[in-house]
């Protein structure tokens, strides 16, 4: 059973960075194709950044592009979000998720392909 525990979350001003961690039980985060997802109020939940398994393809989405980064320690079988230069409309609560990928090179945007989620935590950037 994949197990996903966020941290890292909390209040931060506009501007400030935040990392946020996803510890995941073994080996999940090599042999899963791995992802961020953020859902706002009254919003649905959105692809934040996700990767491949293994970690050779990545996609970020338009509005993180050049602040947010992914990176992962597998040994830790964790994963890291780097958010940086955050704005108030990054106020959300952040999922980690991991999905059974058909291969290596193919990444997955959509929540509805994911099969294991983290329970989430919040971010809230005031302005």
């Known amino acids: 059973q994949v197990q996903l525990v966020e941290s890292g979350g909390g209040l931060v001003q506009a501007g400030d960075s935040l990392r946020l961690s996803c510890a995941a039980s073994?080996?999940?985060?090599?042999?899963?194709?791995m992802g961020w997802f953020r859902q706002a109020p009254g919003k649905e939940r959105e692809f934040v950044v996700v990767t491949s398994r293994g970690g050779m393809l990545t996609s970020y989405a338009d509005s993180v592009k050049g602040r947010f980064s992914i990176s992962r320690d597998n040994a830790a079988n964790t994963m890291y979000l780097q958010m940086n230069s955050l704005k108030a409309e990054d106020t959300a609560v952040y999922y980690c998720?991991?999905?059974?990928?058909?291969?290596?090179?193919?990444?997955?945007?959509?929540?509805?392909?994911?099969?294991?989620w983290g329970q989430g935590t919040q971010v809230t950037v005031s302005s």
């Open positions: 073994e080996r999940t985060v090599s042999s899963y194709a």
């Open positions: 998720a991991a999905a059974a990928p058909l291969s290596q090179w193919v990444v997955y945007t959509t929540s509805n392909e994911y099969d294991y």
